[in-house]
C-alpha cells in the first residue's frame, strides 16, 4: 500500500492487443435494447437473422452460408474440421496463428498442418508450390487439401487483390480449398494498402471469417461459408466443438448493429489511423519498424534501454529480442485509443532517442543510419521500391551471397534476406544492424 499523501501509481495504457477494451458503445446499447426480448436459442433469433442479412447484403450474395461462432480459435478449429477428411493437411505460414497461438487446436483434432516460411507475413504461390512437391510421399505422408492464411497477417501486412487471385488460381489447379482468418479483416479492408473488397474475399475464398472480438464487439467471429456442401453440415460442426452458444442471440444483436451500415468499418479504420500516428511517431524518433504499418499493429525496432522506460507506462508484448540491445516490440491500436495516450507515448520516444543518439558520440547519425539500414533491408525482402541513393550491402545469409545496389528497386536474391544482416556506407560511416559483426561497425561512432 503506499503511503498516506503519496500519489496513487499511474496505470499502465494497454497496448498489448486490441481486445483490451469491451465493446463499443453502439453495440452495447444495442445489446441493451434488445435484453428484454425473449427469443429461441441456439442461433435461431430473429437478431441473428438480421444480422445474417446485413452481411450477406455487404458480400453481394444471399445464399452463403453465416454462422456465429464466440472465438477465434473456435472459429479456426471448426472451419478447418468441417473441411478435411481425417487423412487430410492444412498448409499454413509458420507465423500462422493456428501454427503459434491456438495450443495445437487444428492438430489436436487430428490436421497436420504443413508449415511454410512466409514473405512479409504472407504465403505465396512458390511457397505453396514448394509445400505440395515436398508432401507427395502418399499415402505415407498426409495429404494437403486447405490452404490457410489470415487478413491482415500476423505482421499485420496485407494481401492485394493479385496476390489471392494467384493464390486462388493455384489452389483450383490442385485441388485444395482456401481459407481465411479474418479476426483483423476489417482493419486489412481499411487498410491504405488494400485494393480488397468484401465481396472479392467471398469470391477468392471458399471460406473465410468476420472477426467481431477485435472489432467492436464483446465477442463473436462471423464464419462464411460459400460452397453449399460445406455449409450444409456446418452446424453440426460447431456443435460438437462446444460453440452454439443457447444465448447466440448475443453475437446475432451485435453483428447486426455492426453490419447495419457501416460501423463495423468506421472503427476498422479508426484504429489503423492509431496505428500510423504511432509509427509515423517512432521513425520520426530515429527508429525502424520491422515491417512496414499497414493495418493497426506496430512492430518498432528499439533498444531493450528504450523497451524499459516504455514499460513504465504502457503495456506491450516484446515479440522477439535479437540480442543484449535490441528487440522489436508490437503496438496494437483499437477503435478505442485514447489519442491523449498516442500524445503520451510520443513523447517519451524522442527525449530517449536524442539521449541515446548523444550517448553513442555522434548525435543524431547512429540511430538515423540504423533506421536506414533496418528500412532498406526490409523493404528489400519485400521487393518494393525504397530509398533511393543509399549505398548498400546486403548479406544472405541462407545463400551466402552478397549484392551491392545504389537505388534499390528489388531483391537482389530469390533467397529470403534477413534484415538484420545488412550494412550502409554513408559519409564515410559503416553502421551496424543487430547481427552485424561487431568489425564492421562505425569507427567514428563505436571508437
Given at each position: 500500500m503506499p503511503a498516506a499523501g503519496a500519489p496513487a501509481a499511474r496505470a499502465k495504457y494497454s497496448l498489448l492487443d486490441d481486445y483490451s477494451e469491451g465493446a463499443h458503445p453502439e453495440?452495447?446499447?444495442?445489446?441493451?435494447?434488445?435484453?428484454?426480448?425473449?427469443?429461441?436459442?441456439?442461433?435461431?433469433?430473429?437478431?441473428?437473422?438480421?444480422?445474417?442479412?446485413?452481411?450477406?447484403?455487404h458480400l453481394g450474395n444471399q445464399d452463403v452460408g453465416v454462422f456465429f461462432v464466440p472465438s477465434g480459435t473456435s472459429a479456426n478449429a471448426i472451419s478447418i474440421a468441417a473441411c478435411l477428411r481425417p487423412h487430410e493437411?492444412?498448409?499454413?505460414?509458420?507465423?500462422?496463428?493456428?501454427?503459434?497461438?491456438?495450443?495445437?487446436?487444428?492438430?489436436?483434432?487430428?490436421?497436420?498442418?504443413?508449415?511454410?516460411?512466409?514473405?512479409?507475413?504472407?504465403?505465396?504461390?512458390?511457397?505453396?508450390?514448394?509445400?505440395?512437391?515436398?508432401?507427395?510421399?502418399?499415402?505415407?505422408?498426409?495429404?494437403?487439401?486447405?490452404?490457410?492464411i489470415s487478413n491482415a497477417t500476423e505482421i499485420?501486412?496485407?494481401?492485394?487483390?493479385?496476390?489471392?487471385?494467384?493464390?486462388?488460381?493455384?489452389?483450383?489447379?490442385?485441388?485444395?480449398?482456401?481459407?481465411?482468418?479474418?479476426?483483423?479483416?476489417?482493419?486489412?479492408?481499411?487498410?491504405?494498402?488494400?485494393?480488397?473488397?468484401?465481396?472479392?474475399i467471398l469470391e477468392l475464398t471458399d471460406i473465410f471469417w468476420i472477426g467481431g472480438t477485435k472489432n467492436g464487439a464483446l465477442l463473436g467471429e462471423a464464419v462464411v461459408v460459400k460452397h453449399p456442401q460445406l455449409a450444409e453440415d456446418f452446424e453440426f460442426f460447431v456443435k460438437q466443438h462446444g460453440s452454439l452458444l443457447a444465448k447466440g442471440r448475443i453475437m446475432g444483436v451485435q453483428f447486426a448493429e455492426l453490419f447495419r451500415e457501416t460501423l463495423y468499418f468506421d472503427l476498422a479504420r479508426q484504429a489503423n489511423r492509431a496505428a500510423e500516428k504511432?509509427?509515423?511517431?517512432?521513425?520520426?524518433?530515429?527508429?525502424?519498424?520491422?515491417?512496414?504499418?499497414?493495418?493497426?499493429?506496430?512492430?518498432?525496432?528499439?533498444?531493450?534501454?528504450?523497451?524499459?522506460?516504455?514499460?513504465?507506462?504502457?503495456?506491450?508484448?516484446?515479440?522477439?529480442?535479437?540480442?543484449?540491445?535490441?528487440?522489436?516490440?508490437?503496438?496494437?491500436?483499437?477503435?478505442?485509443?485514447?489519442?491523449?495516450?498516442?500524445?503520451?507515448?510520443?513523447?517519451?520516444?524522442?527525449?530517449?532517442?536524442a539521449a541515446a543518439a548523444a550517448a553513442a558520440g555522434s548525435p543524431g547519425t547512429c540511430s538515423q543510419m540504423r533506421?536506414?539500414?533496418?528500412?532498406?533491408?526490409?523493404?528489400?525482402?519485400?521487393?518494393?521500391?525504397?530509398?533511393?541513393?543509399?549505398?548498400?550491402?546486403?548479406?544472405?545469409?541462407?545463400?551466402?551471397?552478397?549484392?551491392?545496389?545504389?537505388?534499390?528497386?528489388?531483391?537482389?536474391?530469390?533467397?529470403?534476406?534477413v534484415p538484420w544482416l545488412a550494412s550502409v556506407q554513408r559519409h564515410q560511416h559503416v553502421l551496424s544492424g543487430p547481427g552485424i559483426e561487431p568489425s564492421i561497425r562505425c569507427s567514428h561512432c563505436f571508437a
Open positions: 453495440v452495447l446499447a444495442a445489446l441493451l435494447r434488445s435484453n428484454g426480448t425473449q427469443e429461441v436459442g441456439y442461433g435461431r433469433d430473429t437478431f441473428s437473422e438480421e444480422a445474417k442479412h446485413h452481411i450477406r447484403t493437411a492444412v498448409i499454413a505460414a509458420s507465423s500462422g496463428h493456428i501454427v503459434t497461438r491456438e495450443t495445437g487446436a487444428v492438430e489436436a483434432s487430428g490436421h497436420k498442418i504443413i508449415n511454410v516460411v512466409p514473405e512479409n507475413g504472407k504465403l505465396t504461390p512458390a511457397t505453396i508450390s514448394k509445400a505440395l512437391d515436398d508432401n507427395w510421399h502418399f499415402p505415407h505422408m498426409a495429404k494437403p487439401r486447405l490452404v490457410y499485420g501486412t496485407v494481401y492485394t487483390k493479385a496476390e489471392l487471385t494467384a493464390i486462388k488460381r493455384l489452389c483450383e489447379e490442385n485441388g485444395l480449398l482456401l481459407f481465411v482468418d479474418g479476426a483483423r479483416i476489417g482493419c486489412a479492408l481499411t487498410s491504405s494498402k488494400n485494393d480488397v473488397t468484401l465481396k472479392d504511432l509509427s509515423r511517431c517512432i521513425v520520426g524518433a530515429g527508429y525502424a519498424l520491422r515491417a512496414e504499418t499497414e493495418t493497426n499493429q506496430v512492430f518498432a525496432v528499439l533498444p531493450l534501454e528504450l523497451v524499459k522506460k516504455l514499460q513504465q507506462s504502457f503495456s506491450f508484448y516484446i515479440w522477439e529480442k535479437y540480442d543484449d540491445e535490441w528487440a522489436v516490440i508490437r503496438l496494437l491500436t483499437t477503435w478505442a485509443t485514447d489519442p491523449e495516450q498516442l500524445e503520451r507515448f510520443k513523447h517519451c520516444g524522442p527525449r530517449l532517442s533506421n536506414a539500414i533496418l528500412l532498406i533491408a526490409e523493404t528489400l525482402h519485400r521487393d518494393e521500391p525504397v530509398l533511393a541513393g543509399l549505398g548498400a550491402v546486403v548479406y544472405n545469409q541462407t545463400a551466402g551471397e552478397r549484392s551491392m545496389t545504389s537505388t534499390i528497386k528489388s531483391r537482389p536474391s530469390s533467397h529470403r534476406l
